[in-house]
C-alpha cells in the first residue's frame, strides 16, 4: 500500500507538470485567429481543431443541376423543333409542361459521393458528385447539367428508399441501398452494376406477399426495419426472405398502441443517447419508440402536435432530442427523449398537401433546412429554440427533397408535384419567362421571331434536381486538455483504487481462511 501511494504521488506529479507544459502552449498558440475566410485552408494545430460553419446570411450559389429528362419526353428536345408545328407560343409552352414526371426526394450517401433520387416514373437514379465539386473551391464554376450514372427501374410506385449506412467506396460490397414499392417485396441493389442483389419478403396474416411502406436500416446496418400496416418486421441482411421477427403495434387492449400503416422510421446511431430505441410514425398521427426487441418503451400523443399522418423522423446527432413531420400540417416539432409529454419547440414551415417534404440537419446539428410547397427551403437555429434564419426560393415549383452534403457546403434539392391541369399551372404573363433564354428573350411583337430566340431555361423548369453551394466559414478551436487530463488522472486513481479494494480482499479471504483452518 505504501508503493501504491508512492506510485500515485508520482503519476500525479507528472500528470500536472504535463498539464502545466500542456496549458501554456494553449496559451501560446491562443494568439492564432480563430476564423478562417472559405478561400483559405484551416489551420492545423496539434493543440485546435476546425470545423465548419455555415453563412446562410449570403445567397445560395447554384453549381450543378438536372431538368430535361424531367420535363421533356424522350428523344425530344424543343430547340430543334420546327416552326411549322407549333402554331403559337402557348402550345409550345402546354406540349413542354404536359410531361410531368417529378421529383419525390433526394438523399445523399453517408460517404457524399453520389446522390439518390425518387421520381414519379418509378426510377431510381444514382447522380456521382461531379468532379468539379469534389474540391471544394467553386467561385469560377459556371452551372452545368449532370446526368444520372444509374438509373434502377421498379415495376410500381416506390414508396421508400434509403442508402446502408456504412458506404465505403473502396468497398464495392457496401455500395448498396433499399427500395420497396407496391406489390413488390423488399429490394436491394447494387449501386454498381444496377442489380438486384437480395429479395425480402413481407407477408399478411395468411402468408400472403405484404408490400412495406417504409423502411430503414438499424444503427449497425445488419438488419433491416420495414413498416407495414399495424405492425413493422425486421429482416437480417444476411438472410433474404422472410423476416427474424414482426412487432404487432396494434392491440385493442392497450389504447396507447400504434394504429395505422407506419410511415416512417427513426434510428439513432450508436455514439448517441438514444442508441438503440427506433422511433415510429404512422399515418394516424402517432409516435412511439421501441427498443430492438419490438418492446415499445413510449407513446407520443401527436393529435395536438400535427393535424395529418407523420412522414418524417429524425433524430439529433446526440440523441436527446425526436424531430418530426407530417403531411398537411406545417409544424416541425422537437421532442425531448427526457421528457416527451409535449414538443420542446416548433418550427413552421408551409405543408399543405398529402407529399412527403423533407428536412436535414447541417453537419454540425446547429441549423435545420426544410422543403416547403411555396417553393422554397427555409433556415431554423436549434440552437436558438428553432428560430428562422431565413427564408429561400429556390425552385419555380414545390421543394419537396433536401439533403445536405455530409462534408461539403453542398445541398441538394429537388422540386414537382402533381398536376391535374397544366394549362391552369401557369399564368399567361408567366408564359414568356417559363421558356426562354438565360439572359431573357427580347420583347418583339413578331410571334416568329419569339419562336427563334427561344431556349429552355433550366432555372424555370418545375420538376427539377439543383446543387447549391452554401456560404461557410472555417472555425477553430482548441482542445480542451485540462478536462481530458483531469479525466484521465481520475481513471488512473479509480483502477489503483480497484486494484488495491481488490488486494484487500484477496488479503482478507486469506485471513479468514487461514483462521477457518485452525479452528
Same mark, same amino acid.
Given at each position: ?8 504521488? /508520482? ?15 494553449? =496559451? ?14 484551416? #489551420?492545423?494545430?496539434?493543440? %485546435? ?21 424531367? =420535363? ?16 403559337? @407560343? ?59 450514372? #444509374? ?20 468497398? +464495392?460490397?457496401? %455500395? ?11 429490394? @436491394? ?40 400496416? *399495424? ?24 389504447? !396507447?398502441?400504434? *394504429? ?10 450508436? /455514439?448517441?443517447?438514444? *442508441?438503440? #430505441? ?6 394516424? *398521427? ?35 432530442? @425526436? ?15 427526457? =421528457?416527451?409529454?409535449? +414538443? ?10 398529402? !407529399? ?69 399551372? %401557369? ?34 423548369? +418545375? ?27 481520475? !481513471? ?14 484477496? /488479503? ?10 485452525? /479452528?
Amino acid at each position: 500500500s505504501i508503493n501504491q501511494s508512492e506510485s500515485i504521488n /508520482q503519476s500525479e506529479s507528472i500528470n500536472q507538470s504535463e498539464s502545466i507544459n500542456q496549458s501554456e502552449s494553449i =496559451n501560446q498558440s491562443e494568439s492564432i485567429d480563430n476564423e478562417i475566410t472559405a478561400n483559405q485552408q484551416p #489551420l492545423y494545430d496539434q493543440n %485546435y481543431y476546425c470545423y465548419q460553419v455555415f453563412d446562410f446570411e449570403k445567397p445560395l450559389k447554384l453549381l450543378s443541376y438536372s431538368v430535361t429528362e424531367f =420535363n421533356l419526353k424522350e428523344n425530344e428536345d424543343i430547340s430543334k423543333t420546327s416552326k411549322a408545328s407549333y402554331n403559337n @407560343l402557348q402550345a409550345k409552352i402546354d406540349r413542354v409542361c404536359s410531361f410531368n414526371n417529378y421529383f419525390r426526394g433526394v438523399k445523399w450517401s453517408p460517404d457524399g459521393s453520389c446522390l439518390l433520387t425518387n421520381s414519379e416514373d418509378n426510377t431510381i437514379r444514382i447522380y456521382d458528385l461531379p468532379e468539379q465539386l469534389r474540391s471544394g473551391s467553386y467561385d469560377e464554376l459556371q452551372p452545368f447539367e449532370c446526368n444520372a450514372a #444509374l438509373k434502377c427501374k421498379e415495376g410500381a410506385t416506390i414508396h421508400d428508399y434509403c442508402w446502408f449506412p456504412y458506404i465505403d467506396s473502396s468497398l +464495392p460490397e457496401t %455500395y448498396c441501398f433499399l427500395t420497396t414499392c407496391r406489390d413488390h417485396p423488399i429490394h @436491394l441493389w447494387d449501386a454498381c452494376s444496377g442489380t438486384i442483389i437480395a429479395t425480402y419478403k413481407g407477408t399478411n396474416n395468411v402468408f400472403e406477399l405484404d408490400s412495406a411502406i417504409s423502411l430503414t436500416f438499424n444503427s449497425n446496418g445488419t438488419k433491416i426495419i420495414a413498416g407495414f400496416e *399495424k405492425k413493422f418486421e425486421i429482416f437480417d441482411i444476411k438472410k433474404p426472405g422472410k423476416s427474424i421477427l414482426s412487432v404487432n403495434t396494434n392491440s385493442n387492449k392497450n389504447k !396507447q398502441s400504434q *394504429k395505422g400503416i407506419l410511415s416512417c422510421f427513426a434510428v439513432a446511431s450508436d /455514439q448517441s443517447a438514444a *442508441k438503440g #430505441l427506433i422511433a415510429v410514425g404512422s399515418y394516424a *398521427k402517432s409516435i412511439a419508440i421501441y427498443s430492438e426487441s419490438g418492446t415499445q418503451t413510449w407513446f407520443l400523443n401527436t393529435y395536438r402536435s400535427h393535424r395529418g399522418g407523420i412522414t418524417q423522423l429524425k433524430y439529433s446527432y446526440d440523441g436527446y432530442y @425526436l424531430y418530426s413531420g407530417a403531411r398537411c400540417d406545417s409544424n416541425i416539432c422537437c421532442w425531448d427523449m427526457r =421528457n416527451l409529454t409535449s +414538443p420542446l419547440f416548433k418550427m413552421k414551415r408551409f405543408v399543405k398537401n398529402n !407529399q412527403r417534404y423533407q428536412f436535414d440537419f447541417d453537419p454540425t446539428g446547429r441549423f435545420l433546412l426544410t422543403a416547403n410547397q411555396d417553393n422554397s427551403i427555409r433556415v431554423f437555429d436549434l440552437s436558438a429554440s428553432g428560430k428562422l434564419i431565413k427564408k429561400i426560393n429556390v425552385h419555380s415549383d414545390a421543394v419537396n427533397g433536401c439533403s445536405i452534403h455530409p462534408s461539403l457546403p453542398l445541398v441538394a434539392t429537388t422540386s414537382g408535384q402533381r398536376h391535374f391541369n397544366s394549362e391552369k399551372f %401557369y399564368d399567361d404573363n408567366e408564359i414568356d419567362s417559363i421558356v426562354c433564354d438565360e439572359n431573357n428573350i427580347k420583347s418583339t411583337n413578331n410571334e416568329q421571331d419569339k419562336l427563334d430566340n427561344i431556349n429552355l431555361n433550366y432555372m424555370q423548369m +418545375p420538376n427539377a434536381l439543383y446543387i447549391w453551394k452554401i456560404e461557410s466559414n472555417w472555425l477553430s478551436a482548441p482542445y480542451n486538455f485540462e478536462t481530458h487530463m483531469e479525466d484521465s488522472i481520475q !481513471q488512473k486513481e479509480n483502477l489503483l483504487n480497484e486494484q488495491s479494494n481488490e488486494q484487500s480482499n484477496e /488479503q482478507s479471504n486469506e485471513q479468514s481462511n487461514e483462521q477457518s483452518n485452525e /479452528q
